[in-house]
């Protein structure tokens, strides 16, 4: 039995180590050293190349390196019928909270701003609000920005969350669908996105979203830099429509040098760092679906290829 | 009856209004235009000149416009048994509390030396602990470093506190006394500083201080300036034995231009900011005082001379 490793960004070594523990009778063989084909039951990728998963007979599941699957089923074609996981855990989901709380944070207090000032030595203090009278609004509401939207809402801050289709969260004024879209950007002074990456969600940050806004808002982006219209985002900033963002996903990465981000003010860049899946806890993950699929039961955390998460 | 408010920094304006809605009879009065001295009961202070207070024969307490009272001790004769209180308000600790949480998540997230990267633009990934990985130390375990320390074992944070007298807090380690000094820094790797700045807490980090940290540990100061020996702070800094430091109090405020921590690599400088009074709701507080002295009780938040807080 074997498991094929497939990714440019990922240590295959963590990985090999973290089965090695767990279950030593698994093959971890690294693309695109794939060797006897018919010995590979699951395969664990990030970008895979479109040839990588076509020919496996006996492949049981597509488990993705990460929360999200939009680098799998943007331009690979995948196999019939075969299941895809993404990656859910707990020390994920708590990493992006926290990144999600520094960051919201960071704009409640304005502190862009003050990084800004304080190469010029600029010794001034701005207008502060309480956080209850901020106006937080989640973008997404699934496992990670639903976990941030509660988090936020322990610190008083006023929140409100959107999503496809509606969710109820105690202490969060719930937004969906289309419907729900404008009147959720209309209140929001701080936007944290963290939707998963889908046609329906590729650009939605551009420039009849960030004008939505009331002037002077923030802009939080945690989920993909293929979210944001990045033209429409630098103007929203150049006009002073957006007070700040935090950025940590561009629509290239790694960022180029010559990106505008990298020295607009009031932005801060961080390399796509906000959660990064531990090794030891995604291969408990992969083990147990494997479990399950043995069992017969459907494995955890399975994505649905209509809507793409 | 009258309120005498003494502040350079403070707006009377604000407080002149919040008392006007809260009760209209006690006139509001801006140091030096004390006018007739026998009516003045109560006086509201920020770093107060000396002669100000001594000659007021009917007062009845002095109220501090901050958390601290370091202002009122150190350079001020008070008069002898006139009760002196900080302000203590669930607002202002809220401040403090997610100024606090903001940047020892910075610390722990490595924004610091993100920020450092950025104008250089560079994407790399810096290694990450989780939080249940971090130690964090708080020292001062009182209204706002307690609170602080709470809501820091909230992100799963491995938090321990120090403070003169031992106390107990849930999920909170902690240490007390000069004994427990050492110990409490050798496990610390993000120092956070909420002390109050009393003869005994003076120049408290300081280059013994800073070298029984382990090596790579952050600093936040959101205590005082006097806390801290800058020159010790910066050889740290320098040297690499601190990895990053925030700081919103120095020795002299505003911080001169010439400072160099305005320029010091991985330090972020805000201008004293970290929590704000706010004049509604310690105007109610002051009122509150007023009516209990009125009844021959206490005032609330009352503090000790001899311990200086």
Not at 47 to 61: G, H, T, V, Y
Not at 171 to 191: H, M, N, W
């Amino acid at each position: 039995m074997a498991l094929l490793f497939i990714s440019k960004v990922d240590s295959p070594e963590d990985w090999t180590r973290a089965f090695g523990k767990l279950m030593p009778e698994l093959e971890v063989r690294v693309w695109p050293e794939a060797g006897n084909k018919a010995d590979i039951e699951v395969a664990l990728v990030w970008r895979p190349p479109s040839e990588a998963l076509l020919d496996l007979p006996n492949l049981k599941f597509i488990a993705s390196l990460g929360a999200g699957v939009d680098h799998l089923f943007r331009d690979t074609r995948l196999p019939d019928g075969v299941p895809v996981t993404r990656f859910v855990d707990d020390d994920l989901t708590a990493m992006m909270t926290e990144y999600a709380v520094l960051h919201v944070l960071a704009c409640h207090r304005r502190l862009p701003e003050y990084l800004e000032m304080q190469p010029k030595a600029e010794w001034r203090e701005l207008p502060q609000s309480l956080a209850r009278e901020r106006k937080v609004g989640v973008l997404g509401l699934g496992v990670l920005g639903g976990a941030a939207a509660r988090k936020l809402a322990g610190f008083g801050f006023d929140v409100a969350g959107w999503s496809r289709t509606r969710k109820v969260l105690p202490g969060v004024t719930c937004f969906a669908g289309a419907d729900g879209f404008k009147p959720f950007l209309a209140r929001t002074e701080i936007l944290l996105c963290l939707l998963p990456l889908t046609p329906a969600t590729e650009g939605i940050i551009n420039r009849e979203t960030l004008a939505a806004l009331p002037k002077g808002a923030a802009f939080v982006n945690l989920g993909r830099g293929g979210h944001v219209v990045e033209a429409d985002l630098l103007a929203a900033l150049e006009s002073g429509r957006l007070r700040a963002a935090v950025l940590d996903v561009f629509r290239t990465e790694p960022l180029p040098p010559e990106s505008p981000f990298w020295r607009q003010p009031r932005v801060i860049v961080t390399p796509h760092v906000a959660s990064i899946t531990n090794p030891e806890s995604g291969a408990r993950k992969v083990v147990e679906n494997l479990a399950r699929i043995r069992r017969g039961e459907p494995p955890l955390d399975q994505v649905d290829p209509s809507v793409g998460y």
